[in-house]
C-alpha cells in the first residue's frame, strides 16, 4: 500500500507574527523537522502543502500549492489526498512541534488493523480535557478523496466535521505532543 506524508504548511502565521514553516524546532525549521518526522515512514515520498511555493524552493521535498487557493487546513487535506490518489496519507500540521515518530508508527498501526477511514490522534490532560488533533492523522485515500473534495466544494473549512462523518478512530497520545503553537508565547514555552 502507498504511503505519503503530507506537512500542512500553508496558514497566514496572523498570530505567531512570522511564518511557523520557518521557526527554529530542534536546530532545524519546523517543516525540516515535519518533513524528517515522516520521511522513514512514507516510502512513497512526503510533499511539504501550502502556500508560496518559492518560500519552500531550498527544500528537498516537492511542494504542492492548495489546489483551493489556501481556504484551511481542510484544502490543505484535500490537496494531499487528491494528490497521493490511493493509499495512506499522513497528515502533520508544521506547528504541531511536539509530534513524534512514535505517535505515528501507533497512528500506521491503527490503519493497519482496521478498515477505519481516518485514525487521528487525541489526548486527554490531568484535568480531564480531551483534545482531538485531526491534523495529525493518516487518511484512507480510497474512502476519504471524494468526501472530503465535495464537503470542500460545499463550503466546509472544519476538518473536526468531516471526521465526525468518516468511520474514524482515535489514538491516544501523550498530552503535551498535541500542543499547538500560535503565538509568541506559545512558543516561548516550547524553548523554555
Known amino acids: 500500500m502507498q504511503r505519503r506524508g503530507y506537512v500542512l504548511a500553508g496558514g497566514s502565521s496572523r498570530r505567531m507574527g512570522v511564518d511557523k514553516a ?6 532545524q525549521s519546523a517543516v525540516e523537522r515535519q518533513c524528517h518526522l515522516l520521511q522513514d515512514m512514507c516510502s512513497d515520498g512526503v510533499f511539504i502543502v501550502g502556500r508560496n511555493k518559492e518560500l519552500f524552493a531550498s527544500y ?3 511542494h504542492l500549492e492548495d489546489q483551493g487557493g489556501g481556504q484551511g487546513p481542510l484544502d490543505g487535506i484535500a490537496t494531499a489526498l487528491s494528490h497521493a490518489q490511493d493509499g495512506i496519507a499522513f497528515i502533520l ?5 511536539m ?4 505517535d505515528f508508527d501507533a497512528l500506521d498501526l491503527a490503519m493497519s488493523q482496521t478498515e477505519a477511514d481516518v485514525a487521528h490522534a487525541y489526548s486527554t490532560s490531568d484535568t480531564h480535557i480531551e483534545v482531538n488533533q485531526p ?17 470542500l466544494a460545499a463550503g466546509e ?3 473536526s466535521q468531516i471526521v465526525e462523518t468518516l ?12 500542543a499547538n503553537f500560535n503565538s509568541p508565547e506559545d512558543f516561548s514555552r516550547l524553548k523554555s
Open 60 to 62: 528537498p521535498w516537492v
Open 93 to 97: 500540521a508544521v506547528d504541531l512541534f
Open 22 to 27: 520557518f521557526l527554529p524546532v530542534s536546530s
Open 99 to 102: 509530534a513524534t515518530k512514535d
Open 135 to 151: 491534523l495529525c492523522s493518516a487518511w484512507r485515500v480510497s474512502s476519504t478523496l471524494d468526501i472530503v473534495n465535495r464537503s
Open 167 to 178: 468511520q474514524s478512530i482515535r489514538v491516544l497520545v501523550p498530552f503535551n505532543h498535541l
Open 157 to 159: 473549512r472544519k476538518v
